[in-house]
């Protein structure tokens, strides 16, 4: 019923509220488990959540920015990207806190939302539009968000981060902008660990993606590409919406 809803033509609206429906009926089941023919389905947002402190190497004063660091996130549909995670529509929930206030480097988790230098409004911003983070070798900072064992929730605006939200599409891949060895130049002085998170697309119900492609700046860390069944992020990751 959703592929022929979709199939006649009653429009993006009329899908979509279809896919939450069936979602709905089958107990949260989600029609990218299986997908039907035509079906386009919609997700509305992605969710990111810090798994950095479970790591083995993990350090609260190795950094003052703990955990995953979010630039941003793109919409990648046919190759090219075609949108970022949407202003104003960030969410961040400080669960599992991994580091407290004054556990990280310098005493101050600065890139945190417990930062006593920004706060947790601007560094939530900060994760959304286009990639524009900065590391520097003295100075703040900018353009990211360390989750510190915390997770985001958001939507993807178009290519400058605007709105209206996007349906995110079977077939679709999703890359997270993660400050990793990408973001690392001869001069900047980050060390920049690539920090490993869990990333799931929702709409009526929730579906966890795999990684399909890591950075190569960071196969030291990552290996070279995600192993099979992975849930993982590593650093700046790409992961397929099925
Ligand atoms: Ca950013």
């Known amino acids: 019923m959703v592929g022929l809803a979709c199939v006649l033509g009653l429009g993006f609206a009329g899908c979509k509220a279809s896919v939450v429906s069936e979602s709905a009926i089958d107990g949260g089941a989600t029609d990218a488990s299986t997908p039907e023919s035509g079906a386009a389905a919609g997700y509305t947002y992605v969710f990111i959540r810090d798994e950095e402190s479970a790591q083995l190497t993990f350090s609260c004063g190795a950094s003052d920015a703990p955990g995953t660091d979010i630039d941003t996130v793109g919409l990648i549909r046919n190759n090219a990207v075609v949108g970022y995670t949407m202003r104003k529509s960030a969410a961040f929930t400080p669960e599992n806190v991994a580091c407290a206030p004054t556990d990280c480097a310098g005493g101050n988790c600065k890139y945190a939302s417990s930062s006593t230098t920004f706060s947790q409004t601007t560094l939530v911003s900060w994760t959304e539009g286009p990639p524009d983070a900065v590391v520097n070798q003295s100075g703040d900072d900018t353009g990211f968000l360390s989750l510190n064992g915390g997770s985001l929730q958001f939507q993807i605006g178009d290519v400058l981060g605007n709105g209206p939200a996007q349906t995110i599409l079977s077939g679709d891949r999703i890359k997270v902008f993660e400050v990793d060895q990408s973001y690392k130049t001869s001069s900047n002085g ?53």
């Open 190 to 242: 980050c060390v920049c660990t690539p920090a490993h998170y869990q990333l799931w697309v929702q709409n009526a119900g929730s579906v966890q993606l795999n990684p399909s492609q890591f950075d190569p700046a960071n196969s030291a860390t990552c290996g070279a590409t995600p192993a099979s069944g992975d849930t993982l992020g590593c650093g700046t990751t790409v992961f397929a919406v099925p």
